[in-house]
């Protein structure tokens, strides 16, 4: 009987898990990010090394983007659950040429846009060159 009732707790805390849709980047990304991957697509030409790297890189800025996403919770005391796109580019001298993160499924505030920018210039991001990258990010509140 013991078991039952875990099983069955454990059943209705699953049923609250946060859902958030799958990324799309026709749904989640700007207009603007949209457009500048469509004039700049992802280059084909790049060794897979390259652009491995350039998802590394991309991806190290993770825990920044989080610590932004929970300082905008805090501020605003709402815990929105969406998808964020990263569309960035770089030409062929390292020179970044487009920043942005976005997202259509829900309205980001003056302040979680700002601390998203602040990381356009970060170490991180250094010795990209000629790479078109558009990284996916899900936010959701911690369990």
Do not use: W
Request: glycine share 2%; charged share 25%; net charge positive.
């Amino acid at each position: 009987m013991k078991f039952i009732l875990l099983l069955a707790v454990i059943s209705c805390a699953s049923h609250h898990q946060v859902k958030i849709p799958n990324f799309m980047k026709e749904k989640v990304c700007s207009v603007t990010s949209i457009n500048y991957l469509q004039k700049y697509p992802a280059k084909t030409k790049n060794s897979s090394s390259k652009i491995e790297e350039s998802t590394a890189k991309m991806l190290s800025l993770q825990p920044l983007v989080r610590k932004c996403y929970e300082q905008e919770m805090l501020e605003t005391k709402s815990e929105p659950s969406f998808n964020l796109c990263l569309v960035t580019g770089y030409d062929k001298k390292g020179k970044q040429e487009f920043f942005e993160f976005s997202t259509n499924e829900i309205k980001l505030s003056e302040n979680l846009i700002s601390c998203l920018n602040n990381l356009k210039n970060r170490e991180e991001l250094n010795g990209l060159k000629d790479v078109t990258v558009m990284q996916p990010f899900r936010l959701y509140p911690a369990p």
